[in-house]
């Protein structure tokens, strides 16, 4: 019995040590090929994800405030006038107009000539009326008189102001 078992071991010998020595590992040569694309492929999806980082970093608004001016109005009041041009990468959304730091739909006998959000596409203009009666109050109290100076802030989606300031005739 034991020539048989020693028999079956010189066996199992023989045949582990014909499997360990037919394995052959990958070439040098096509492991430095398969590391080089994996490093590339690597490189090109870095690349990528960086550009679109930047591309959503760089766009931005920029609402150019050129025109501002009032007008007395045919029927007691004044006429204000806001006109511009975004010149932003991005598109705008004005959501507010503000006079004197106060939102405009809060004074009583001031409407604005056009609705709210308007939006303003990236290298189109944009004109805004304000129109504000000779009674325009806020609480109760009249707000506004000839000669004086108004603040009037645009205020977009993204949080920017852009103010202006304006004399009534």
């Given at each position: 019995m034991s020539i048989t078992l020693l028999n079956y071991e010189?066996?199992?010998?023989?045949?582990?040590?014909?499997?360990?020595?037919?394995?052959?590992?990958?070439?040098?040569?096509?492991?430095?090929?398969?590391?080089?694309?994996?490093?590339?492929?690597?490189?090109?999806?870095?690349?990528?994800?960086?550009s679109g980082l930047t591309s959503s970093f760089s766009k931005y608004e920029k609402l150019g405030v050129n025109t501002q001016y009032a007008v007395a109005s045919s029927v007691g009041g004044w006429n204000v006038t806001l006109g511009g041009q975004n010149t932003g990468s991005s598109d705008a959304t004005i959501i507010q107009?503000?006079?004197?730091?106060v939102p405009y739909n809060s004074y009583t006998g001031v409407t604005l000539s056009t609705t709210l959000p308007k939006s303003v596409p990236s290298g189109s203009?944009?004109?805004?009326?304000l129109n504000?009666?000779?009674?325009?109050?806020?609480?109760?109290?009249?707000k506004f008189a000839s000669?004086?100076?108004?603040?009037?802030?645009?205020?977009?989606?993204?949080?920017?102001?852009?103010?202006?300031?304006i004399v009534l005739p």
């Open positions: 010189e066996r199992y010998k023989t045949m582990t040590t014909t499997i360990i020595q037919k394995r052959r590992a990958v070439s040098p040569v096509i492991a430095t090929v398969i590391l080089i694309a994996v490093a590339v492929a690597l490189g090109i999806a870095v690349a990528f994800w960086a107009i503000q006079i004197n730091g203009s944009f004109t805004l009326q504000i009666n000779s009674g325009a109050a806020l609480n109760g109290v009249t000669g004086q100076t108004i603040q009037v802030t645009i205020i977009t989606a993204a949080g920017n102001n852009y103010p202006a300031s």
